[in-house]
């Protein structure tokens, strides 16, 4: 009996030290699991706004830094209504090239060139209220662009999504309206969008999170060092003057400007907007990487040239100026067609401007002034281009040849060239000089006397 109750009481004691180690163990596999959480680095990225080319150069920069400080996950925040495919495409390789983790984490919408960035990014977190999907492409004017064009984007979308083992069918909706999926509200006819329930359910989304705090949860990330990054000042100027709206405003303001000056006395307001939009245009298109310094060289070249225009006669130089003008802001555009029409409005608001200013103030004021010779000859200032013969008026003389009216005359025995005040005299008819124009004597025919 007393050896059944120690028996008894030993495997009580057994079964008490193997759940106090089980908990040990336990607490130790946490630890250690929020230890190498802590370890980890992870960058957030936003995408934001426009996607255009300076918005490349900030993800490129973001990434590099990223990169070096070892980051093990980069989480794209991603909020945009979409733009340039061009741009979306150089941040699409960008993603593709990443070795380190990536997620996107879509907070309100990402549409068009948003979710082409979107699906190349190995995860996809939605808000409970975002979308994204509407992705079919559209021109400068806002119509459809032509099948080439279509074409290479809707193959775009569905290699994306395939590149990170999601059903291409949807991708293709999202950019091609002849797809139907009447289920997802997308029959045919319409461009597909996806909320966040759907998106779960059909792959393209791994799971909804209210904030960023339950993303980094759900990526197992809620210890990790967090590292937000940010557009700098630069860079915000970039996005902001690579912007299709904005270059036509910038270049027209530039212009405008410029036209103004030369109808004001001294360099004033509108010289120092026109000089300071043409600076800010290149400036930004630089920071972007679209612009190097030989578009920047050409650009001066071309100011100096239209300078040097004002004091060589010719206008050689004014033409090459010019040229090499539009030349640098051809070389600074990321897209010829996109800058062919921003520099016509430009033209068009400069031309305008000009012809208004000429009719209402004229060429006498501003730089016109210094440029233009205003001085004139006038018989007021004491300038006669030939001899006035007012002495003639009131003689008599004779016709030596008929007036048709024109003909020879002989006034105060002097020859001279003589005009009719438009009728038809015979020769050797007495005529009188009514009055003298310049060279021009004009005489009339003496009726009331005798031949």
Known sequence: MTLLKSEKLNMKYSILFFIFLFGILLSMNANLSMAESKDKLVYIVPIENEVERGLEAFLVRSTNEAIEAGADHIVFEIDTPGGRVDSASQIAKLLQSLEIDSTSYIVNEALSAGSYIALNTDNIYMNKQATMGASGVITGD??????????????AMKS??????RDPIYAEAMANAEIDLPDLGAPKGEFLTLGPNDAVEIGYAEGIVNNRVA????LDLSEATIVETETSLAEGVARFVTNPVV??????VASLGLIVELYSPGFGVAGTMGVASLILFFYGHIIAGLAGMEALVLLIIGILLIIAEFFVVGGILGILGSLSVLGSLFMAGYDFTQMAISIGIALVVAIVAAVFLFRSIGKNKGLFNKLVLQDRSTTVRGYISTHNREEL?????????????SGVATVNNERLDVV???????RDRKIEVVYVEGIRIVVREKINEEN
């Open 142 to 155: 806002g119509n459809a662009a032509d099948k080439k064009a279509q074409s290479a984007w809707v193959a």
């Open 160 to 165: 994306a999504a395939e590149s990170n083992n």
């Open 215 to 218: 993303l980094l949860d759900k």
């Open 247 to 252: 270059i036509p405003i910038l270049l027209s």
């Open 393 to 405: 008026v009131g003689l008599s003389g004779v016709t030596l040849t008929p007036l048709r009216p």
């Open 420 to 426: 009719s005040q438009g009728e038809f005299i015979e």
